[in-house]
Structure formats: structure tokens, C-alpha cells
């Protein structure tokens, strides 16, 4: 009896001491993913008063509508380049900095200076800077002798790329800076002692210890690309046209522009049913690695 007793107090203690977190996870998470899902089934819209149930009709008014392709397909080859570069970018400047010399603080503190501000201030501090009219670097393009729109149609998806890869690029090199900060030194000490050369150990022995790290900072990063919307939302705000609108910027101008509710619904539930998918794949793999490399 005593041993059920204890059983049940310590139960009771988890529950209350998890209690806030249920609640938060209620309110903040549940209640608007539940929403979210009810009105995908909805004809919401601001100009009807009335809010009915309408079955699938948004989500088939949305695979018709050829801005929604559009803006899938530019998301998914802008977030496939930045990903990619950013990734060898962060860890070619892990490498760089996982060692000492002079002036390496403030090297750092540099690099990672980009993620400290507010992407939508970043964007705005761009938008600044690459003005055509009072920009400086248009006016340093111009004391090169070189007349270049950066906002044309053929410059302004190699401009974003850029600059999401001078923004991001500090995320990915943070996360791989702090794997190798724990690689054990015995490896490659070891490595050395075999004759391996500073390559054949980046590939034979820093490379497999450090996988889980890799894939935990490219999932993060694809995901965070995926929903990218700030800067590009404060420079083109998805234009010239249509060229440069995300899947983010194409709910949100569904919602807010053009005051469909129901539609904008639809297609975020799409973009979080083909998400999910590949949350237990990412973190599967991320554990069963890490598994494999503590044998």
C-alpha cells in the first residue's frame, strides 16, 4: 500500500509540475493548429459575413490557382540553394575558427552579427543600403564604372540568395562550431598517429562523428528556409510579379490582401502536411547516428 501510495504522489507531482506546459501547449499550439484546420474546411472570407463549411473547395481552388505552384516551386529551389551553400559555408568557417589566433573573438563576434538583428529590421536595413537612389552600394557600383538594377527581374533572385546566405550562414556555422567544440581530441590524435593527413581525417574521422550535428543544422535550416518571408517580403515584397513570392508570402497576401481566409487555411495545412513527414525521418536519423557513433 505504501509503495502505491508513493506511486501516486509522484504521479500527481509530475502532472502538477507539467501542468503549465500542457496548458501552454493547449492555448499556444493546439487551439490555433485546431482552428487553423477548421477554417481550411471554410468558405472565410471577408467579403461574405457568414462563415459556412464548404468541404474540400479551398484546397481544390487552390491546386487550380497557378500563383500557389508557382510559389511552391520558387520556395523549394530558393530554400535547396541556400541550404546547400550555407551548409558548406558554415562549416568551412567552423573549421576556420576551431583553432587559435590573433583577432579571433572579433572575427566571430562578426560573423555572427547578421542573427542577432531582426530578419524584418535586416530587411529593411537592405532595402536601404541597395536603393537605387540613395543606396550605397548602387553609388559604389556607379563609381565602378557598373550600371546595375538590382531589383531588375534578371538580379533580383541571385540578390536574395546572397543575402539570406550573408544572413544565415552564422546559424548554420554556430551549430557545427558547437559540434566541433566536443569532438574528442583522442581521435585525431589518433588519426595522426596513423598517418592520415588533415584531409583524410576531415573525411574519415570529422566528418562521421559529426553527422548528427550536420543534419540537426541543415534540418533546422531547411525548415526555417521554407517559411522564409521577412527580408524578401520587405524588398519585393514577392515581385517583380510573382517571381519572388514564397510559399509564406503567398498566405499571407491570400489572407490579408485578398481576404481569403479559407484558401490562405488550406494552403498552410497543405505546407504542414508535407512537412511532418520528414520530422521523424530527420530526428530518426539524427539519433540512430549519434547512437552508432558513441559505440
Known amino acids: 500500500m505504501a509503495t502505491i501510495a508513493k506511486r501516486r504522489s509522484r504521479s500527481a507531482a509530475a502532472v502538477l509540475l507539467s501542468s503549465p506546459l500542457i496548458v501552454f501547449a493547449l492555448i499556444f499550439v493546439l487551439y490555433p493548429l485546431s482552428s487553423g484546420i477548421l477554417t481550411a474546411f471554410q468558405a472565410n472570407t471577408l467579403l461574405e459575413p457568414s462563415v459556412d463549411?464548404?468541404?474540400?473547395?479551398?484546397?481544390?481552388?487552390?491546386?487550380?490557382?497557378d500563383a500557389f505552384a508557382k510559389s511552391a516551386g520558387f520556395t523549394l529551389g530558393f530554400s535547396a540553394v541556400v541550404v546547400?551553400?550555407?551548409?558548406?559555408?558554415?562549416?568551412?568557417?567552423?573549421?576556420?575558427?576551431?583553432?587559435?589566433?590573433?583577432?579571433?573573438?572579433?572575427?566571430?563576434t562578426m560573423i555572427l552579427l547578421p542573427i542577432m538583428v531582426a530578419p524584418a529590421l535586416l530587411g529593411i536595413m537592405f532595402r536601404l543600403l541597395l536603393n537605387g537612389d540613395i543606396g550605397a552600394v548602387p553609388a559604389i557600383l556607379q563609381g565602378l564604372g557598373l550600371s546595375v538594377s538590382l531589383f531588375?527581374?534578371?538580379?533580383?533572385?541571385?540578390?536574395?540568395?546572397?543575402?539570406?546566405?550573408?544572413?544565415?550562414?552564422?546559424?548554420?556555422?554556430?551549430?557545427?562550431?558547437?559540434g566541433l567544440q566536443s569532438f574528442p581530441s583522442e581521435l585525431l590524435e589518433a588519426s595522426a598517429m596513423d598517418g592520415a593527413g588533415y584531409f583524410r581525417s576531415l573525411k574519415s574521422v570529422v566528418m562521421p562523428v559529426l553527422t548528427p550535428v550536420l543534419f540537426a543544422a541543415f534540418f533546422l535550416r531547411s525548415i526555417d528556409a521554407l517559411r522564409t518571408f521577412d527580408v524578401i517580403y520587405v524588398l519585393t515584397a514577392g515581385g517583380p510579379g510573382t517571381s519572388t513570392t514564397t510559399l509564406s508570402?503567398?498566405?499571407?497576401?491570400?489572407?490579408?490582401e485578398s481576404g481569403d481566409f479559407g484558401k490562405a487555411a488550406a494552403a498552410a495545412l497543405v505546407v504542414l502536411i508535407c512537412l511532418i513527414p520528414f520530422v521523424p525521418f530527420i530526428v530518426k536519423r539524427i539519433?540512430?547516428?549519434?547512437m552508432d557513433n558513441g559505440k
Open 53 to 65: 463549411f464548404n468541404g474540400i473547395q479551398n484546397f481544390i481552388s487552390l491546386f487550380k490557382n
Open 84 to 108: 546547400s551553400i550555407e551548409m558548406v559555408l558554415g562549416f568551412g568557417l567552423a573549421l576556420l575558427l576551431n583553432r587559435k589566433f590573433p583577432g579571433k573573438k572579433v572575427f566571430f
Open 152 to 178: 531588375s527581374p534578371s538580379s533580383v533572385v541571385p540578390l536574395l540568395v546572397v543575402l539570406d546566405i550573408l544572413q544565415w550562414t552564422p546559424f548554420t556555422f554556430l551549430i557545427i562550431y558547437a
Open 249 to 256: 508570402i503567398f498566405i499571407y497576401k491570400t489572407a490579408f
Open 287 to 290: 539519433a540512430s547516428t549519434g
